[in-house]
């Protein structure tokens, strides 16, 4: 080496005897330590076993890379046959799957129509049981109201002297005792109670309408 000119293979500077330097055992270029990706302590594990027993494995970067890509390419061609195998089975399995998944679609889909349909029934009915409930509450309250109207125009008149006179005609004695301006035809009139002992009887008088309670009240201070 002393008489020969040698360049660094990455830096391409002058290789001196005396510098940190490996030989690449593809391409039996030399490189500097410092251009290489060796720590200095795996640089003196290969300098031992080279002066132990003459044996450099060491490859450069570049004789590395190379080599990665030889394989690559060598793995790459054995495959492409295989790629195709696998390719026809992924396209048989995703057809598989496919079907499967068009099938389970199908079957919830008329599911979902049959529930569709049932519950369109159950709406109408319900419906129809909404519409009964809401003519039964107003049937309801006119018969409240109806039955309000009727109560609001009896009169009861208790302490009647027991009589085995016709109710009507001991109303309209009354009627005539306190004066007041009520006609034949604006009232009926019904015991309440019918007890042979007691000596006092009930009389309910149906007015006609609210103005004719109204006057058999004017006159209930004569009563």
Known sequence: MANSIIKCGNCLGKITENSYIIECTKCELWFHLKCTNLQRVEFNDIVKKIKKNGQNSWVCNVCTESEVRDMTFHVGNEENSGNKTIESLFRHEFNSFKREIQKVLSEMIVEYNELQQKFNQQKEINNEFNLRISTLEQQNVENIKN??????????????????QNVEDITKKLIKVINADIKIGEFEAERINKSPIRKFETIRIKCINNDVKVRFFRCKEKI
């Open 147 to 164: 039955l309000q109207n009727n109560l609001s125009k009896n009169l009861i008149i208790n302490g009647i002297p027991k009589q085995e």
